[in-house]
């Protein structure tokens, strides 16, 4: 059973830092293509970053120069650093594995992050 347990989340004001953890069990993150989400209230889930299997990076040009995506291997962990929030970046994060528009595991709870201006 796969399992995605998102953490990291939390209040910080505008130009602030955090780091998003991404822990997955049943499946091993270094042979997928995983991605973070993010949602905000009354908007449409939007992909914000990539790491492919092969360890290609990318991003949506909200984000781009300012959050960073990566993983650890050895704890099966996908990163999201994020630095200089805006308060537009406010929503609840998750990770997943994209598949075209679809996404392949069972969602997460996601973790709130939310930048105050």
């Known amino acids: 059973q796969v399992q995605l347990v998102e953490s990291g989340g939390g209040l910080v004001q505008a130009g602030g830092s955090l780091r998003l953890s991404c822990a997955a069990s049943g499946i091993i993150v270094s042979t997928k293509n995983m991605g973070w989400y993010r949602q905000a209230p009354g908007k449409q889930r939007e992909l914000v970053a990539t790491?492919?299997?092969?360890?290609?990076?990318d991003y949506a040009n909200a984000v781009k120069g300012r959050f960073t995506i990566s993983r650890d291997n050895a704890k099966n962990t996908v990163y999201l650093q994020m630095n200089n929030l805006k308060p537009e970046d406010t929503a609840v994060y998750y990770c997943n594995s994209p598949m075209s528009s679809l996404v392949v595991f069972p969602w997460g709870q996601g973790t709130q992050v939310t930048v105050s201006s």
């Open positions: 790491i492919t299997f092969g360890g290609s990076l």
